[in-house]
């Protein structure tokens, strides 16, 4: 079966601060910025389901919604393992949380192929794993054709909208971890990323929690999104350099603030890598690359 897949993105070597989108963007958009907060207000999308279809090439399944936009991977052979480079660094919140006490709340709002949710359910023997996914056909697919368990006492995936989760009042302060991938069948921008919406995420984390999103650099959405979740996380946030894919992940945190050294930093990921297999160690000097003022310690 040929594989459609988002046409590829060169790498640019850059410094993308948070911070810089921030202020860069911040003229342009004040006047479009929606004054009410009252999240009430929010403007709600209904459900348009595209058709849940795969692919596979070279030992990889991908999950498509009707289009040829990727929106998930999974190894053939290493099904619990992480495919995608981006949702590699979607796991990079284990630079700064430890998901080995009890109680660790880790939720994915968007399932995709669900390597995500497999990964910190087998990974992390201790902690609690939900997903969030409004789709049901995406749930069907993820239990029939990536291998995702069925639920128990630690695993849990609902089928609800992101956006109900984390207006929730028992949402409020419950969750560690939180990891955002919602994109529509066209995957350009969030279907959801208003200021509101952020702000309800950084409500849903406890103090210290962490938040990773999927954002699309190569697209409009970008810029408008990073102005929106710096100031719903008080412009605590740092961002990967975009991959080859077009996908930059940006962190958003909670709670203290956090003021390490690199080298502390690069010895947690050494820890990590060994106990995960991820390439943390890259994370590291990615993240020191691509956030500006940040050079000789990391202070966010």
């Given at each position: 079966?040929t594989l459609l897949k988002r046409k590829s993105i060169e790498a640019v070597?850059?410094?993308?601060?948070?911070?810089?989108?921030?202020?860069?963007?911040?003229?342009?958009?004040?006047?479009?910025?929606?004054?009410?907060?009252?999240?009430?207000?929010?403007?709600?999308?209904?459900?348009?389901?595209?058709?849940?279809?795969?692919?596979?090439?070279?030992?990889?399944?991908?999950?498509?919604?009707?289009?040829?936009?990727?929106?998930?991977?999974?190894?053939?052979?290493?099904?619990?393992?992480?495919?995608?480079?981006?949702?590699q660094q979607m796991m990079a919140w284990l630079l700064f949380q430890s998901?080995?006490?009890?109680?660790?709340?880790?939720?994915?709002?968007?399932?995709?192929?669900?390597?995500?949710?497999?990964?910190?359910?087998?990974?992390?023997?201790?902690?609690?794993?939900?997903?969030?996914?409004?789709?049901?056909?995406?749930?069907?697919?993820?239990?029939?054709?990536?291998?995702?368990?069925?639920?128990?006492?630690?695993?849990?995936?609902?089928?609800?909208?992101?956006?109900?989760?984390?207006?929730?009042?028992?949402?409020?302060?419950?969750?560690?971890?939180?990891?955002?991938?919602?994109?529509?069948?066209?995957?350009?921008?969030?279907?959801?990323?208003?200021?509101?919406?952020?702000?309800?995420?950084?409500?849903?984390?406890?103090?210290?929690?962490?938040?990773?999103?999927?954002?699309?650099?190569?697209?409009?959405?970008?810029?408008?999104?990073?102005?929106?979740?710096?100031?719903?996380?008080?412009?605590?946030?740092?961002?990967?350099?975009?991959?080859?894919?077009?996908?930059?992940?940006?962190?958003?945190?909670?709670?203290?603030?956090?003021?390490?050294?690199?080298e502390t930093l690069e010895a947690r990921a050494d820890v990590v890598e060994?106990?995960?297999?991820?390439?943390?160690?890259?994370?590291?000097?990615?993240?020191?690359?691509?956030?500006?003022?940040?050079?000789?310690?990391?202070?966010?």
């Amino acid at each position: 079966m040929t594989l459609l897949k988002r046409k590829s993105i060169e790498a640019v070597a850059s410094r993308r601060p948070a911070r810089e989108h921030r202020d860069a963007s911040r003229g342009n958009l004040n006047a479009r910025q929606d004054s009410r907060q009252d999240p009430r207000h929010e403007a709600r999308m209904k459900p348009r389901f595209a058709p849940v279809t795969f692919s596979e090439m070279d030992g990889v399944r991908y999950l498509h919604f009707g289009t040829e936009w990727v929106q998930g991977a999974m190894r053939l052979r290493k099904p619990d393992a992480i495919e995608l480079e981006y949702a590699q660094q979607m796991m990079a919140w284990l630079l700064f949380q430890s998901p080995s006490v009890d109680d660790f709340h880790v939720v994915q709002l968007g399932l995709g192929a669900a390597a995500l949710t497999k990964f910190c359910y087998r990974q992390f023997a201790r902690a609690k794993v939900t997903a969030v996914e409004l789709n049901p056909a995406v749930i069907v697919a993820g239990r029939s054709m990536f291998g995702l368990r069925e639920d128990d006492a630690r695993l849990t995936v609902r089928e609800q909208d992101a956006w109900d989760f984390v207006m929730d009042s028992a949402s409020t302060a419950a969750v560690d971890t939180l990891q955002v991938d919602l994109y529509d069948a066209t995957a350009r921008g969030p279907v959801l990323d208003t200021t509101a919406f952020y702000r309800a995420c950084r409500r849903v984390l406890k103090t210290p929690g962490v938040m990773t999103i999927n954002l699309f650099g190569d697209h409009e959405s970008f810029p408008k999104n990073i102005v929106r979740i710096c100031d719903a996380f008080d412009n605590r946030v740092l961002v990967f350099p975009e991959v080859h894919d077009g996908n930059i992940i940006a962190m958003a945190f909670n709670g203290p603030a956090i003021d390490v050294s690199w080298e502390t930093l690069e010895a947690r990921a050494d820890v990590v890598e060994a106990a995960t297999n991820l390439p943390a160690r890259d994370w590291v000097k990615k993240l020191r690359a691509a956030n500006a003022n940040q050079e000789e310690r990391l202070v966010i």
